[in-house]
């Protein structure tokens, strides 16, 4: 059990720190390849923040570990709003943009119906995940183009980290691209046996260990954005990056590893996990409307809800989890 717990840990912390020199290494080598700034931001910095989850939930599923594959995805977009998006406007209210209200949160909210349309059967088929895939692809192409067209949205990320691109050289990109990627492997396999390790001597779901402790740790470079995001006094930045993770995680991340291995969904996730997330979204849809005249924004109070909603839904796990092992 204590090394299953410091595989998690170490694994953790060498994950965060991976994707980071990872994203670093593909944007610099994007850029001395030719690609323009904007999809360098939108396509590759994008990606790189949902790496973990990415790298998490596809090795789980190589595996036969659906439960964690699934749990880290959803328990994922559960953190970025609960967790993430309520402490940053807990700390400075959040202006909404009245594009975001207009198109990004009801993409957002639709592609959460369809997830759960996807769940109801009992398992994410490689049809299902096939279409999570090819709807994610028309989602990112439309992004490009509008992006293009001079009409960027926060959908999928922003152009801030090339410059980073601009102060390595070729080989430093294609080295930090490289280190990057084998240690996101590595720390990969490590976070998932000891997740699986510590469900198997606690005799509880995989479920459990992947909406608790992995969605929280791979939400970690989330977390760091969205701080980033508030010392610069660009806080609407949070909540358009949390909207990119969020698709990123339901249709991608799951996509992947439903697509390497079909997944058999816990009753559990459709009956408890997924209206939580949903709940989620339609709460930062409504909180970010501006009712009365006034501008929209996700205020302190709002932030708090969403704060102790993540609290109060994650010690309804805990204690799950307690009783399963008391048991």
Not at 39 to 62: N, Q
Not at 93 to 106: G, N, R, W, Y
Not at 143 to 171: F, N, Q
Request: net charge neutral; glycine share 12%; hydrophobic share 55%.
């Amino acid at each position: 059990m204590l090394l299953a717990i410091v595989a998690i840990v170490l694994g953790l912390v060498l994950l965060v720190w991976s994707a980071d020199r990872f994203i670093d290494g593909a944007a610099a080598t994007a850029y001395y390849l030719g690609m323009p700034p904007l999809l360098i931001g939108m396509v590759i910095i994008g990606f790189g923040t949902s790496a973990p989850e990415l790298f998490i939930s596809a090795l789980a599923a190589s595996q036969g570990n659906p439960g964690l594959a699934l749990g880290n995805g959803y328990g994922s977009n559960i953190a970025n709003i609960g967790l993430i998006l309520g402490l940053t406007a807990l700390i400075s209210p959040i202006t909404v943009q009245a594009s975001i209200l207009k198109k990004e949160l009801p993409i957002l909210a639709a592609i959460t119906l369809l997830s759960g349309l996807l769940l109801i059967n009992g398992q994410i088929s490689r049809v299902d995940a096939g279409i999570m895939l090819i709807v994610f692809a028309a989602i990112m192409g439309w992004s490009i183009r509008e992006g293009l067209k001079g009409r960027s949205d926060p959908i999928i990320g922003t152009t801030e980290e090339t410059d980073v691109a601009e102060r390595m050289t070729m080989k430093q990109a294609m080295i930090w691209l490289l280190i990057g990627l084998i240690l996101l492997i590595i720390s990969s396999r490590a976070l998932v046996w000891g997740a699986v390790e510590i469900a198997t001597s606690l005799g509880v779901s995989d479920l459990i260990i992947g909406l608790t402790i992995v969605a929280i740790g791979t939400s970690l470079p989330e977390l760091a954005s969205a701080f980033a995001s508030i010392k610069k006094g660009e806080h609407d930045l949070a909540l358009g990056n949390v909207i990119g993770s969020n698709l990123f995680n339901t249709l991608a991340v799951v996509g992947l590893a439903g697509m390497i291995h079909p997944l058999n969904v816990d009753p559990d996730l459709l009956s408890r996990d997924w209206p939580v997330m949903a709940a989620l979204t339609a709460a930062i849809f409504v909180m970010g409307y501006g009712f009365r005249g006034r501008i929209g924004r996700i205020n302190r109070v709002e932030g708090a809800i969403l704060l102790c909603a993540f609290i109060g839904y994650t010690s309804y796990l805990l204690l799950t989890l307690t009783r399963a092992v008391a048991a």
